[in-house]
């Protein structure tokens, strides 16, 4: 049973080792509900490597991660889906043959059938509308039917973020959104997300500085693996850790 | 039918001659995997090559030591010119297609040897230094299978050497690991890849002359011995030296204790073997969980 | 024109019937038109697995074996009537399918081929020794099915042409049961997991358990194919189950088209054909499929219907594929 009081997600004590490198050191942070959070910190300080664990990619070596407070640590990819946590990955991650409607649809798909091996999807009316409104919340319904791979890179990650959203997530994940895009491009993802933190939990990982702390509620600073920092942007932007470790990076 | 300690010992020590060439096999398999994630479905072709040309090389010379150079050095040539010119345009196409090309391409050298010795293939035999038996006390063994255990001994004691303390050895073993670093250190990628295709196919060629005075040498020997090397790399897990070699003398000694008690069951023991590991440990016994997913 | 083509990727299932319906007019004798129909549908099958859903099986003769030898058994030591026979056949091939893709699908994605070349040579090996029943090297012999009775009419089954005409139906059937599951939700997911498995599984989609349904699917339409060659040939050759036969559709399936609908007929034509019309001129035919094959790989990889597939689409301008469904 959640409250509206009760994280989203917490991890406890998160420990994430590859061989003798420890990527992350016990690491206990909450993330609160229908918030828009940024996971930050320079260059090592393992962003990706936590999204990763939180994502679903691969459970920590150490700890344990609560999703409205039940525990999900160790749970396949493809189970963070059902739950209600979506992904987008770092470097654009598509079906590159499929059309953009199709890799919606396809996406969608997940809520509505999976093993059905008789009924042609051509049939499946409501999913296809569904593709189309989808395609048109992130602002790609002109190219609808053009190929994934064909798509300007800024699109193809803003298709991801479609493709995210198909499984009617709670909790959605960014991972570094608006790398690789242009000013113009990461306008428009920048505004797109906070669109989308309105409705749902939007948690992002990201290096550019100026870009969340425009937009974001709430600040967590990870340093070389560890907790470092978190609140709010006035308080971080004031914190003389965080800025000590940024130092020259602003 | 009662079965006697020695009888035992010396079918065990069957196993393990016989365990000694599936380790060598499984090694050449695991290094072309490990570096260029390529599962030479040409291996047991090699290996048979290597057996044919080394009894032609043995009968024609006399010579079985020269032999014993001079095969894996063809094998491995092969070796060279189908990664330089067969396999590497297939790179970045996905991991199936040079698989498929060394089947394909293992056709061809069936074939090739058909037309070369014929179809019935050649009659082996064991160099006059190395036959009779030596009387380990428990019965007379044979002298060349003794022989087969400490030469492949020292073959993988030689190339673990230059493993660990080359810095070729570095770079394989680094690359295994992960291959963008080692494209970042600068070395040469494709060198490396096509010099370990050679390896990994003179060392099949190396099996095969080495095996060769021990079983039936034709066009067609290759061809099981593929599915029993795959056995062996499954039970040891891909990429694993240690992996190859535990597991080829497993599956060496199961052979040849199942010939013992129920010679029906003796080439389905090992794929049964096999089974029995997939099912409790996928990996295999020292298969790395991380190593490509 | 591409009205026309669209008609026929939506009606693929007609179009083919059309095509077999002809085929055996077209061919130099009619057994020939046989093996073809009884090996393109093996290629079917198999393609679903590895030209859908990208799963490189080196093991697929098991369940082509199983179908042929358990259908085999059960007219000879059963008196099973054919069609009954059949059903136990597939049945087989299922389970087969069931057992071998459980345990082939747990391993890292790469091992798979290995694995299941492994995992098939026990059922080879297996038959093989088991000769008190399955007839060992020699094969069964004895699958005598010279009349059949369908509905009251009896039929001469040992013309070839009233032969192929009898298969071409459960063939049609089951390219009917195959086009339907390609065009279901179902294939969407087999197909998103080929093009980018993580990204499937991020969306949601259970991998494992969808390719081993898809996986047990192949084994039943492979097995099928089994069962109407052992009524062909009346014979089970123990061969039927040794990986080299799970190469030789692997490699109808890349010849011909993988992932196309009809390219699996194309690769189980050619080859066969030209296999019978090598072998008269030489008897090097091994060193000559390896060498079409290898040149295949490297050069047409999408195989001769997946080439002129690929090129007329090109020409016009059908970019998704959800049209032609």
Same mark, same amino acid.
């Not at chain 3, 005598?144 to 139906?169: C, M």
């Given at each position: 049973m959640t409250t509206p009081s009760m994280p989203i997600l917490r991890a406890v004590g998160v420990t994430q080792r590859f061989g003798k490198f420890t990527?992350?050191?016990?690491i206990n942070v909450s993330f609160e509900r229908n918030k828009l959070t940024a996971i930050i910190g320079p260059n090592g300080a393992g962003k990706s490597t936590f999204f990763n664990v939180i994502s679903g990619a691969f459970p920590p070596t150490e700890g344990q991660i609560f999703y409205n407070g039940q525990e999900i640590t160790g749970l396949k990819q493809h189970e963070f889906a059902r739950i209600g946590i979506s992904k987008s990955f770092q470097i654009t991650n598509v079906?590159?043959?499929?059309s953009a409607h199709e890799n919606v649809r396809v996406a969608h798909q997940m809520r509505i059938s999976r093993?059905?091996?008789?009924?042609?999807?051509?049939?499946?009316r409501a999913l296809h509308e569904q593709a189309d409104e989808l395609l048109a919340k992130v602002g790609l319904s002109a190219v609808a039917g053009k190929r994934a791979s064909e798509l300007a890179h800024g699109q193809q990650r803003a298709l991801e973020i479609a493709m995210a959203l198909a499984s009617t997530p709670d909790l959605l994940l960014l991972d570094?959104?608006?790398?690789?895009?242009s000013p113009e491009e990461t306008v428009f993802m920048m505004d797109l997300i906070h669109r989308l933190s309105q409705e749902r939990t939007v948690i992002l990982v990201e290096h550019k500085m100026k870009l969340v702390m425009g937009i974001c509620e709430h600040l967590i600073v990870l340093h070389h693996g560890e907790f470092l920092a978190q609140g709010n942007p006035e308080e971080i932007r004031n914190n003389s850790e965080v800025r000590r470790v940024y130092l020259g990076q602003n | 039918m009662t079965v006697s300690f020695d009888l035992l010992a010396m079918q065990m020590l069957t196993g393990i001659a016989l365990g000694a060439i599936y380790a060598l096999l499984a090694i050449g398999l695991s290094l072309i995997f490990g570096m260029l994630?390529?599962?030479?479905?040409a291996h047991g072709a090699f290996f048979m090559v290597g057996a044919m040309l080394g009894v032609y090389f043995f009968t024609l010379t006399g010579n079985f030591w020269f032999s014993l150079l001079l095969v894996p050095l063809i094998t491995g040539g092969i070796g060279l010119v189908t990664e330089r010119?067969?396999?590497?345009?297939?790179?970045?196409?996905?991991?199936?297609y040079p698989l498929l090309l060394t089947f394909g391409l293992s056709y061809i050298m069936i074939e090739a040897m058909r037309v070369v010795f014929g179809v019935e293939g050649i009659p082996s035999s064991t160099p006059d230094l190395l036959r009779g038996s030596v009387d380990l006390g428990f019965g007379g063994f044979p002298l060349y299978r003794l022989f087969l255990i400490v030469v492949t001994g020292a073959i993988i004691l030689g190339l673990w050497l230059f493993l660990e303390k080359t810095r070729f050895g570095l770079i394989i073993r680094a690359g295994s690991r992960d291959p963008e670093i080692v494209k970042i250190l600068g070395v040469d990628v494709a060198k490396v890849w096509l010099i370990v295709f050679g390896i990994g196919t003179a060392i099949a060629g190396l099996s095969g002359i080495l095996a060769s005075p021990t079983r039936s040498v034709n066009p067609e020997m290759g061809v099981a011995i593929l599915a029993e090397s795959f056995v062996v790399t499954v039970v040891g897990g891909m990429g694993s030296l240690m992996g190859a070699v535990v597991a080829g003398l497993l599956v060496g000694v199961v052979y040849s204790l199942t010939s013992l008690f129920a010679p029906a069951l003796a080439e389905l023991s090992i794929f049964v073997l096999m089974a029995v590991v997939l099912l409790f440990r996928p990996q295999g016994f020292f298969g790395k969980a991380g190593l490509m997913s | 024109m591409k009205e026309l083509y669209i008609q026929l990727s939506r009606h693929r299932v007609l179009a083919v019937t059309a095509v077999l319906l002809l085929f055996p007019w077209v061919m130099p004798y009619e057994a020939l038109a046989v093996n073809i129909l009884i090996f393109g549908l093996f290629a079917v099958g198999y393609n679903l697995l590895f030209?859908?859903?990208?799963l490189l099986s080196f093991g697929h003769a098991a369940f082509f074996g199983i179908g042929s030898y358990f259908t085999g058994m059960s007219i000879v030591y059963?008196?099973?009537?054919w069609y009954l026979a059949i059903v136990v056949g597939v049945l087989a091939s299922l389970v087969g399918g069931l057992l071998i893709g459980f345990l082939a699908i747990r391993?890292?994605?790469?091992y798979f081929a290995m694995v299941t070349l492994a995992l098939g040579q026990i059922v080879y090996y297996a038959f093989y020794k088991a000769d008190?029943?399955?007839?060992?090297?020699? =094969?069964?012999?004895?699958?005598?099915?010279a009349q059949i009775d369908i509905f009251g009419i009896q039929i001469n089954f040992v013309d070839p042409i009233t032969k192929y005409y009898v298969l071409l139906v459960f063939v049609v059937i089951a390219l009917w049961f195959v086009s339907r599951v390609l065009a279901s939700p179902f294939g969407a997911v087999i197909e998103a997991i080929r093009e980018n498995e993580k990204r499937a599984a991020a969306c949601g989609f259970d991998v494992m358990r969808t390719k081993l349904l898809a996986f047990v699917i192949s084994a039943g339409i492979c097995g099928l194919a089994g069962c109407l060659r052992a009524l062909h040939l009346s014979i089970v050759p123990?061969?039927?189950?040794h990986y080299l036969q799970s190469g030789q559709v692997v490699m109808m399936s890349l010849l011909g088209g993988m =992932?196309?609908?009809?390219g699996p007929f194309v690769g189980a034509g050619v080859l066969l054909y030209l296999e019978d019309v090598i072998t008269t001129l030489t008897k090097h035919w091994m060193a000559i499929v390896g060498a079409i094959f290898v040149c295949f790989v490297l050069f047409?990889?999408?195989?001769i219907w997946g080439t002129i597939l690929h090129r007329t689409e090109r020409r016009l301008s059908i970019t998704a594929h959800e049209e032609l469904r």
């Amino acid at each position: 049973m959640t409250t509206p009081s009760m994280p989203i997600l917490r991890a406890v004590g998160v420990t994430q080792r590859f061989g003798k490198f420890t990527a992350l050191k016990n690491i206990n942070v909450s993330f609160e509900r229908n918030k828009l959070t940024a996971i930050i910190g320079p260059n090592g300080a393992g962003k990706s490597t936590f999204f990763n664990v939180i994502s679903g990619a691969f459970p920590p070596t150490e700890g344990q991660i609560f999703y409205n407070g039940q525990e999900i640590t160790g749970l396949k990819q493809h189970e963070f889906a059902r739950i209600g946590i979506s992904k987008s990955f770092q470097i654009t991650n598509v079906f590159k043959d499929l059309s953009a409607h199709e890799n919606v649809r396809v996406a969608h798909q997940m809520r509505i059938s999976r093993y059905n091996i008789l009924t042609p999807r051509s049939s499946l009316r409501a999913l296809h509308e569904q593709a189309d409104e989808l395609l048109a919340k992130v602002g790609l319904s002109a190219v609808a039917g053009k190929r994934a791979s064909e798509l300007a890179h800024g699109q193809q990650r803003a298709l991801e973020i479609a493709m995210a959203l198909a499984s009617t997530p709670d909790l959605l994940l960014l991972d570094e959104p608006t790398a690789g895009m242009s000013p113009e491009e990461t306008v428009f993802m920048m505004d797109l997300i906070h669109r989308l933190s309105q409705e749902r939990t939007v948690i992002l990982v990201e290096h550019k500085m100026k870009l969340v702390m425009g937009i974001c509620e709430h600040l967590i600073v990870l340093h070389h693996g560890e907790f470092l920092a978190q609140g709010n942007p006035e308080e971080i932007r004031n914190n003389s850790e965080v800025r000590r470790v940024y130092l020259g990076q602003n | 039918m009662t079965v006697s300690f020695d009888l035992l010992a010396m079918q065990m020590l069957t196993g393990i001659a016989l365990g000694a060439i599936y380790a060598l096999l499984a090694i050449g398999l695991s290094l072309i995997f490990g570096m260029l994630t390529v599962v030479n479905f040409a291996h047991g072709a090699f290996f048979m090559v290597g057996a044919m040309l080394g009894v032609y090389f043995f009968t024609l010379t006399g010579n079985f030591w020269f032999s014993l150079l001079l095969v894996p050095l063809i094998t491995g040539g092969i070796g060279l010119v189908t990664e330089r010119f067969l396999v590497r345009p297939l790179y970045g196409r996905g991991i199936d297609y040079p698989l498929l090309l060394t089947f394909g391409l293992s056709y061809i050298m069936i074939e090739a040897m058909r037309v070369v010795f014929g179809v019935e293939g050649i009659p082996s035999s064991t160099p006059d230094l190395l036959r009779g038996s030596v009387d380990l006390g428990f019965g007379g063994f044979p002298l060349y299978r003794l022989f087969l255990i400490v030469v492949t001994g020292a073959i993988i004691l030689g190339l673990w050497l230059f493993l660990e303390k080359t810095r070729f050895g570095l770079i394989i073993r680094a690359g295994s690991r992960d291959p963008e670093i080692v494209k970042i250190l600068g070395v040469d990628v494709a060198k490396v890849w096509l010099i370990v295709f050679g390896i990994g196919t003179a060392i099949a060629g190396l099996s095969g002359i080495l095996a060769s005075p021990t079983r039936s040498v034709n066009p067609e020997m290759g061809v099981a011995i593929l599915a029993e090397s795959f056995v062996v790399t499954v039970v040891g897990g891909m990429g694993s030296l240690m992996g190859a070699v535990v597991a080829g003398l497993l599956v060496g000694v199961v052979y040849s204790l199942t010939s013992l008690f129920a010679p029906a069951l003796a080439e389905l023991s090992i794929f049964v073997l096999m089974a029995v590991v997939l099912l409790f440990r996928p990996q295999g016994f020292f298969g790395k969980a991380g190593l490509m997913s | 024109m591409k009205e026309l083509y669209i008609q026929l990727s939506r009606h693929r299932v007609l179009a083919v019937t059309a095509v077999l319906l002809l085929f055996p007019w077209v061919m130099p004798y009619e057994a020939l038109a046989v093996n073809i129909l009884i090996f393109g549908l093996f290629a079917v099958g198999y393609n679903l697995l590895f030209g859908y859903t990208g799963l490189l099986s080196f093991g697929h003769a098991a369940f082509f074996g199983i179908g042929s030898y358990f259908t085999g058994m059960s007219i000879v030591y059963l008196a099973m009537p054919w069609y009954l026979a059949i059903v136990v056949g597939v049945l087989a091939s299922l389970v087969g399918g069931l057992l071998i893709g459980f345990l082939a699908i747990r391993t890292r994605g790469i091992y798979f081929a290995m694995v299941t070349l492994a995992l098939g040579q026990i059922v080879y090996y297996a038959f093989y020794k088991a000769d008190k029943w399955t007839g060992g090297e020699n =094969g069964l012999r004895g699958v005598k099915v010279a009349q059949i009775d369908i509905f009251g009419i009896q039929i001469n089954f040992v013309d070839p042409i009233t032969k192929y005409y009898v298969l071409l139906v459960f063939v049609v059937i089951a390219l009917w049961f195959v086009s339907r599951v390609l065009a279901s939700p179902f294939g969407a997911v087999i197909e998103a997991i080929r093009e980018n498995e993580k990204r499937a599984a991020a969306c949601g989609f259970d991998v494992m358990r969808t390719k081993l349904l898809a996986f047990v699917i192949s084994a039943g339409i492979c097995g099928l194919a089994g069962c109407l060659r052992a009524l062909h040939l009346s014979i089970v050759p123990v061969d039927s189950l040794h990986y080299l036969q799970s190469g030789q559709v692997v490699m109808m399936s890349l010849l011909g088209g993988m =992932g196309t609908f009809f390219g699996p007929f194309v690769g189980a034509g050619v080859l066969l054909y030209l296999e019978d019309v090598i072998t008269t001129l030489t008897k090097h035919w091994m060193a000559i499929v390896g060498a079409i094959f290898v040149c295949f790989v490297l050069f047409f990889p999408k195989g001769i219907w997946g080439t002129i597939l690929h090129r007329t689409e090109r020409r016009l301008s059908i970019t998704a594929h959800e049209e032609l469904r």
